[in-house]
């Protein structure tokens, strides 16, 4: 299964990477090994949601279940994440991310925290 991971570099400024979390047979499908989590987060945002620069408020999935956001990077790189796509937001330091709703719909999400 595939994750988007985004993370401060040594250079201060955020970068995507593409990280696969390895699965194996669990009986009625495949499975992960167990990721220990602090709390879940419910959240929805309207189709004006756009965030300026900021980093993640903490190590945390976001997994989307609908609407879908442009994610940009310090370097301009963008990405587009959608229903059933998960994010690992690791870039706690530094300028950040930008953040901002793709499309006229409002996009829910779940926050897993990690610490």
């Known amino acids: 299964m595939q994750v988007t991971r985004i993370y401060t570099g040594d250079d201060g400024q955020s970068h995507f990477e593409d990280v ?4 194996r047979s669990g009986g009625a499908g495949l499975i992960s090994e ?13 189709p004006d949601y756009d965030l300026d620069f900021h980093p993640a408020p903490r190590r945390q999935y976001v997994v989307n279940l609908s609407g879908r956001v442009q994610l940009e990077t310090g370097s301009g790189e963008t990405r587009i994440l959608g229903a059933g796509e998960i ?3 690791e870039d706690t330091t530094g300028q950040g ?16 925290t990690l610490e």
């Open 97 to 112: 991310h930008k953040s901002k709703a793709v499309g006229d719909e409002p996009r829910q999400c779940l926050f897993i």
């Open 20 to 23: 696969v979390i390895e699965l």
């Open 87 to 89: 994010l690992l937001a």
């Open 34 to 46: 167990p990721v220990t989590s602090k709390s879940v987060i419910f959240r929805e945002t309207g």
